[in-house]
């Protein structure tokens, strides 16, 4: 049977019967998608440091090993969109890998720090609230419209194509505004 051309709901099907040759085909099609997911959370999770690319195999081995072993893909209710479940699945797993090693892991727009001394972390408590003074300070210079850009870009952090879409202005001319703000920002005393 030809396993390849197979749609995604029978192709995960066959996995939770455990049929070898489906889960090959699985890994090969999703293998990427995990890595890419893990290697982004990775990134953003642990303020913006590369992973190496053994930590990031490894994850995606125990999020596969899971999956077989314990036939999670049976827990999968929306077979279509499989590639959102192994994204978020993806993601969790890097928390957890950091959580475990205890590096500090940022959590939407706060952060926390696992077993830190208190006096390390009221250090980072005060230059957290520095930097957030000085992101107010350079915020109130901007023009309503690098504001507006400067949500989308930076807090929301949406790709300059969407900025652009959503503004209804050109790609360049997002691409000049966020020049021109990180212009400001160096040549300032922030």
Known sequence: M???????????????AKDPLAWAEFVKRFSPLIAF?????????SAGHEAPENE?????????????GKNKLSEVKNR????????????????????ARQKEVLISDGSFFERLPAKEIDQKAGEIEN????IKDFYRLLTPREKLIF???????????????????????????ITRMRKKIKCSKF
């Open 80 to 99: 279509g969109s499989i590639d959102y479940w192994l994204a978020v699945t993806a993601r969790n797993a890097a928390i957890n890998h950091l959580k």
């Open 56 to 68: 990031i195999k490894d994850i995606g081995q125990n999020i596969l090993v899971s999956l077989w």
């Open 131 to 134: 930097m957030d003074k000085k």
């Open 151 to 177: 949500k989308l870009y930076f807090k929301k952090e949406l790709h300059l194509k969407d900025v652009s879409k959503i503004m209804g202005i050109p790609l360049g001319t997002v691409s000049s505004a």
């Open 2 to 16: 030809e396993y390849k051309n197979l749609p995604i709901p029978v192709l995960i099907d066959k996995c939770t």
């Open 37 to 45: 997911a893990t290697r982004k959370a990775l990134f953003k999770y």
